[in-house]
């Protein structure tokens, strides 16, 4: 008997799928549509690790499954090409960043093609090939024409260590999220998304997403974080009436005001303490303070330090003086820069004015008692009653909080409003591997966006790369343009965009991939949208998926799309450890993909990850584990060859004995389980566990029974398989002698009739222990079993002479007959 190689096997199908171009997207719209979509690599110089192979795993399943099931599927891959380390390598070793990419890329590819995945590769898309970033570029000037694109100066997050700025949602607890370092702040002239025009719609579409996880979409509303308050306008009377605004989201404590916060960093400081004896020592504080994080500014327990700025403002209801300081618990860009301190009724602001002894005034009571000022130990943060709250009091505060913010809306002095903790997204970077921003500037036009027809602006490659400063800079024949305008000499933007702008639309890009006009057809992209189910890992929560849903709502707006939500199911894989931990380098545990396949084949590696643990929860690899899949697929093989000699015959119908039947109710009870588990829920894992039974049922299937069957779940099992091991099984469907591909196949579907058993097998009990089988009809009802039961010749001789007290009888399994 022929072994089965399966390195031999994989090589050959994978070089005959090529040939054949059976993995290309299919057209036909007559057919419903599937979008199995998987994160994209970044491609480093590393080559796939197992988490890769982990969400390729299964979105090959989920893509092949659909294509068998029926539809056209769009199936595509690509890579995530821009980026700081081909930069770094080029600083550290002289190479360059293009080359250094594509060679990556190539490797990568090369990679994904051994795991057999079933992608068009008609259709892969590079982000840093010019035919892609032209479209970031297109793009970018479709924003500025919206109003959606702007340049300002701002004190941004810069990391010292990849010497660029970051968007928010790059810093994590106050480090950059590519190398760690303490992230600091600095002031620069930076180009915007403005995403947060998009707060709202961002929040409530993901209620129409139910086939999110709740973690992500938990993530995503808490980033957004929407609060509901109100504005307060405050009048300074020496610096002219200026008016300096709060946010609040608690109006009903506005006659509690004692103070007035300002951010150091707020714009009124310097006039505030011009002159002023404390000026000095103020600016100092604003200079330290823009080197802390915000964590380490605004943590309850963090210290609170501040300063009066010799300022007052004027309250807007009471007219009393309120003391202006600055402090370090507040931050310049959340609400308005500005805070109302209500010592009496919020904690941070209780801390500060004992601290500083500011006055405390209680203007809310608790329903069942009184609060004096001195025994207060903490603020009072409950729901209470109005006190000292001029004509609010004896009101209910919840009630408060929306009569003094319509109060002040009638005054003229602030009213309702809604704040979003979200903030605009800062997409400029100082560095070189990344999509230059389409814009020019001239002396005498100002800021000019490259128009359409010039695009794409190239990378150049006379640019200098010491580590020192951007190397867009260095290049002349780069930075010195003409102004598109006016023809006089201008300067072209130097900052590239961040590199998440090109993964918030390339699953776009996929659908019309070689369009050279536009970045897609509005009736290809349609055909496609939204993603029927996306793979990838949970760390994109609030970066990528967060962009890539803005994307499609400004796509949406623009007209160019009809949905405006992207992903309409999102699968997040788990991890893949080693001994419990986490897969890495440094813990030198790390099993490479590669490896396995050379060692087992692909379709080993395949089985053993979506085998060992459902998609979304952490996988423990393990080598017992990945041998037993692999001796599975032996199991499999050999259950296929011994019996080639089946498929070179026509078999008659036999008499479908006990046997038959039986096997015939547990091929189609695997087909009804695997067909469920893999459409409806994801769980891979579960339905390889019911195929396995099948393979059991196969083997203990007795060699006189029916035959006809035992071919048909032959088959079918082949066919059930295909999806997770797509190459031994085509072998096997070649060695069956079918024509074609398994995976052009039908997916088989179940006979509920099959499934209903005809006779079963019952216990019977004498005082709950077991004497004695019995076989009844499937159908017999209680008072039938219990005849059939007592009648029994055993039964019969056990319960001579006893009396029957009760008879149980539990339909399907067991008869218990209670005597004494
Ligand atoms: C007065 C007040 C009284 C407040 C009270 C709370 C309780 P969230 O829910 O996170 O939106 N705040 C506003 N802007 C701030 C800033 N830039 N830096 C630091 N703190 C700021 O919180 C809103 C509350 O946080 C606002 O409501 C404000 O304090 C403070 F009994 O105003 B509150
Ligand atoms: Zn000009």
Not at 386 to 402: I, Q, T, W
Not at 608 to 624: K, V
Request: aromatic share 10%.
């Amino acid at each position: 008997m022929r072994e089965y190689s399966a390195k031999e096997i994989e090589t050959k199908w994978q070089a005959h799928w090529e040939k054949i171009g059976i993995h290309q997207t299919e057209e036909d719209i007559s057919k419903p549509k599937y979008y199995a979509l998987e994160q994209f690599p970044y491609p480093s110089g590393e080559g796939l690790h197992m988490g890769h192979m982990r969400v390729y795993s299964i979105g090959d399943v989920v893509a092949r499954f659909r294509k068998m099931n029926g539809y056209r599927v769009l199936h595509v891959m690509g890579a995530d090409a821009f980026g700081l380390p081909a930069e770094n390598a080029a600083i550290q070793r002289g190479v360059n960043p293009r080359e250094w990419t594509l060679k990556n890329m190539e490797r990568i590819r090369n990679e994904q093609k051994l795991i057999g995945a079933s992608y068009d590769w008609d259709r892969y898309v590079g982000t840093c090939m010019p035919d892609y970033y032209k479209f970031n570029q297109w793009l970018f000037l479709l924003l500025y024409e919206r109003g959606l694109a702007y340049r300002k100066k701002a004190f941004v997050n810069w990391c010292p260590k990849c010497s660029t700025v970051l968007a928010n949602e790059q810093v994590e607890d106050g480090k950059c999220w590519r190398c760690d370092s303490e992230v600091t702040k600095k002031e620069l002239e930076q180009w915007f998304f403005r995403i947060t025009d998009y707060a709202e719609r961002l929040l409530t579409g993901l209620d129409r997403l139910p086939k999110w996880p709740d973690k992500v979409k938990a993530m995503q509303r808490n980033w957004i974080g929407k609060s509901e308050g109100a504005h307060v306008v405050f009048t300074i009377p020496e610096l002219n009436e200026e008016q300096v605004t709060v946010f609040t989201t608690r109006p009903d404590t506005l006659y509690g005001v004692t103070y007035m916060v300002l951010a150091p960093e707020h714009p009124l400081v310097p006039q505030l303490i011009r002159g002023k004896e404390q000026e000095a020592e103020i600016l100092q504080f604003i200079e330290e303070m823009k080197k802390q994080t915000e964590i380490e500014r605004t943590s309850t327990d963090a210290e609170k330090v501040g300063y009066f700025t010799g300022a007052y403002a004027k309250h807007p209801l009471t007219g009393e003086k309120i003391p202006i300081w600055v402090a370090n618990y507040v931050l310049v860009d959340y609400g308005t820069g500005a805070v109302m301190g209500v010592p009496a009724h919020d904690e941070r602001d209780f801390q500060f004015a004992k601290k500083y002894h500011l006055p405390i005034k209680v203007v809310i009571q608790p329903n069942d008692g009184t609060l004096e000022v001195e025994s207060l130990t903490e603020a009072f943060t409950e729901d209470g009653v109005l006190v000292n709250s001029g004509p609010f009091d004896g009101m209910p505060n919840r009630e408060a909080l929306k009569a003094i913010a319509n109060h002040l809306a009638e005054k003229g002095q602030g009213g309702p409003t809604v704040n979003y903790r979200l903030r605009d997204w800062l997409i400029s970077r100082q560095r070189y591997w990344g999509t230059p921003i389409p814009i020019i500037y001239c002396d005498s036009c100002g800021v000019v966006p490259v128009p359409k027809e010039d695009l794409p602006v190239l990378l150049p490659e006379d640019v200098v790369f010491d580590g020192k400063r951007n190397p867009l800079t260095t290049s002349e024949s780069f930075v010195n343009t003409t102004c598109p305008n006016c023809g006089k000499q201008a300067r072209r933007e130097t900052d590239t965009m961040d590199t998440f702008v090109d993964s918030s639309w390339y699953f776009l890009r996929y659908t019309d991939a070689k369009n050279d006009e536009q970045p897609f057809d509005r009736e290809k992209v349609d055909k496609w949208l939204p993603v029927d189910e996306y793979i990838g890992g949970i760390e994109h929560a609030v970066l990528h998926l967060l962009y890539s849903r803005f994307f499609t709502k400004v796509l949406y707006d623009a007209g160019m799309i009809s949905v405006d939500e992207p992903f309409n199911s999102l699968l997040t894989q788990g991890m893949v450890l080693k001994d419990g931990a986490k897969m890495s380098k440094s813990k030198g545990n790390v099993v490479s993909p590669l490896e396995i396949i050379d060692k087992y084949g692909a379709d080993t590696a395949r089985l053993f990850i979506l085998f060992a643990a459902p998609p979304d929860r952490d996988l423990d690899w393990n080598d017992a584990g990945v041998e037993g899949s692999y001796r599975f697929l032996n199991r499999v093989w050999r259950l296929v060859v011994q019996n080639e000699e089946l498929f070179k015959q026509d078999i008659p119908a036999g008499k479908e004995d006990k046997h038959a039947k039986e096997l015939r109710r547990l091929l189609h009870q695997t087909i009804k389980k695997v067909t469920h588990e893999i459409g409806e829920r994801n769980h891979f894992n579960t339905a390889i566990s019911s195929i396995m039974e099948l393979v059991n049922g196969l083997y203990s299937y007795p060699a006189e029974a029916d035959r006809r069957i035992f071919k048909e779940a032959l088959e079918t099992l082949v066919i059930l398989l295909a999806p997770f091991v797509p190459h031994i099984t085509e072998e096997l469907w070649s060695v069956m002698g079918k024509e074609g591909s398994v995976h052009l196949a039908s997916w088989p579907s179940y006979d509920p009739e099959a499934l209903v058993q005809d006779e079963v097998e019952i216990v019977v009990q004498i005082n709950g222990k077991v004497k004695e089988k019995l076989v009844v009809p499937a159908q017999a009802d209680r008072i039938e079993i219990e005849k059939q039961a007592l009648s029994q010749e055993k039964i019969q001789q056990l319960i001579t002479g006893k009396t029957v007290r009760k008879v149980i009888v539990v339909p399907g399994r067991l008869v218990n007959i209670v005597v004494s």
